[in-house]
């Protein structure tokens, strides 16, 4: 079975510019969220999917970023634009749906690197 | 909100040793407990979890217990072996499936 998978791995963009990261959950997962990791601080949540609905997107930082979940598969995080602020590790995961609280697994993440 | 302290932020232990990372939350409707580990470079890996109708949970090496009433629970690994070397988040979690981190423990494991 194929984990969660993040494109980029890696993104170097300058202030003022757009970029879209990608995550592919596991197949079948109804739940997808989105969190970043800031500077070694901890990892904070930004958004949870479940299928193609937004559950809750208390974590979103501001309208810079926009999260997206057509047809319920996979997910885009665009950040428009960029802010130096912004450079991190975004790591989606992904569980089952069902009953609450599923094991999330987690994909490499996108280390986003704004100049 | 939840909020979730974790310690040490960095332990060194001799391979053999037993380890402990101490976590404490808020939320007294917090109800699942899940332990990550991230090697370096790496996603972070589900290693045990526990929720809060149990006190105490067992897999091989590692051990997670967990008290309600102190809102705190603990991630012990016995016999540390080299390989155990990454970084550990505690989480917390209600109903709603949104995870709370731990600010990460360094577990550096000496040969």
């Known amino acids: 079975e194929a984990g969660v998978t993040q494109f980029p791995s890696h993104s170097v963009i300058e202030k003022g510019q757009t970029v879209t990261l990608r995550c592919d959950p596991i197949s079948g997962h109804d739940n997808l969220y989105w969190y970043r990791r800031v500077m070694g601080k901890e990892i904070k949540f930004l958004l949870h999917f479940v299928k193609e609905s937004k559950q809750d997107e208390s974590g979103m930082p501001n309208n810079r970023f926009l999260a997206e979940r057509t047809g319920g598969t996979y997910s885009t995080l665009k950040v428009q634009p960029a802010e130096l602020e912004d450079s991190g590790v975004y790591f989606c995961?992904?569980?089952?749906?069902?009953?609450?609280?599923?094991?999330?697994?987690f994909g490499d993440g996108t280390r986003l690197s704004i100049l | 909100g939840e909020n979730v302290e974790q310690h040490p932020s960095t332990l060194s232990v001799q391979e053999g040793d037993s380890a402990v990372i101490k976590c404490t939350y808020s939320?007294?409707?917090?109800?699942?407990f899940p332990w990550y580990k991230q090697e370096l470079g790496k996603r972070p890996q589900l290693i045990i979890d526990?929720?809060?109708?149990?006190g105490e949970k067992k897999d091989q090496r590692i051990a997670v217990t967990l008290n309600k009433t102190a809102k705190h629970f603990s991630l012990h690994i016995t016999e540390t072996q080299p390989e155990d070397s990454a970084v550990y988040f505690c989480a917390a979690s209600d109903a709603g499936n949104m995870l709370t981190f731990g600010g990460g423990t360094r577990l550096m494991v000496k040969p």
């Open positions: 995961a992904s569980s089952q749906g069902g009953q609450s609280n599923q094991p999330q697994h």
């Open positions: 526990i929720r809060s109708n149990v």
């Open positions: 939320d007294s409707a917090s109800n699942y």
